[in-house]
């Protein structure tokens, strides 16, 4: 069975300030997602990681993908106040099309 | 959210009652599933379609069934609702072979 753990759950951080959210998963995938939620909405796709070694970025997330230690992060550089919500990383399972979601990570940036 | 619409958006219903969600897609996915969002569990998958009439377990599927008779709707039952059910749902859809799952509004049922 496929767990993914999240940590930080919780994150609070100063606006201008870097961190990073880590995502470790239990069995092998190449196919790793990260979601952002605002609150009462849906998820908006972030990211799509397909192999080892991917790095993707966008503004200021950042998001990077290690099959072999079953690691992904995301990096938030220089912290705005519009980035608060909460963050999911989910892996792609059996190649079926199953979706294996983290607990999230609920992040705010205060100014 | 575009090619994919979820009903009804707000339900409350009373604890023994049966209530059924629907998921409708124009995207012709194959793969449809229905997962439900509580605090401190991220989403977890409650049951799937990989295709019309073919349903399988998701890991939290006690309590629920669903089913797809045709190819733009999967239907989620409640069959007795009890109060732990209370829970956003949210339908997504994907097209054969994955990359990329596009998620619905959500429903938010209450059992009360």
């Known amino acids: 069975e496929l767990k993914v753990e999240q940590n930080p759950l919780f994150l609070s951080m100063q606006e201008g300030k870097n961190y990073t959210i880590y995502c470790n998963y239990s069995t092998t995938s190449d196919r790793l997602y990260w979601y952002r939620q605002d609150p009462g909405k849906s998820l908006e796709s972030l990211f799509v990681l397909l192999s080892n070694g991917a790095v993707k970025q966008e503004g200021r997330l950042m998001a990077s993908l290690d099959t072999k230690a079953r690691l992904s992060t995301l990096h938030i550089t220089a912290a705005v106040h519009d980035l608060s919500a909460t963050y999911f990383c989910?892996?792609?399972?059996?190649?079926?099309?199953?979706?294996?979601f983290g607990a999230g990570t609920i992040l705010r940036v205060k100014s | 959210d575009a090619g994919i619409t979820q009903s009804p958006r707000h339900k409350v219903t009373e604890t023994g009652t049966p209530v059924t969600l629907r998921c409708h897609q124009t995207e012709n996915h194959r793969y449809m599933y229905w997962y439900r969002q509580d605090p401190g569990h991220g989403l977890r998958l409650i049951h799937y379609?990989?295709?019309?009439?073919?349903?399988d377990k998701g890991e939290v599927s006690d309590g629920y069934s669903v089913s797809r008779s045709k190819t733009e709707d999967f239907l989620l039952t409640l069959e007795s609702a009890t109060s732990s059910q209370t829970s956003v749902y949210f339908c997504a859809i994907s097209p054969t072979g994955g990359y990329g799952y596009t998620f619905g509004s959500g429903t938010r049922l209450t059992v009360v």
């Open positions: 379609s990989y295709g019309v009439k073919d349903t």
């Open positions: 989910a892996v792609d399972w059996e190649y079926g099309n199953k979706l294996v």
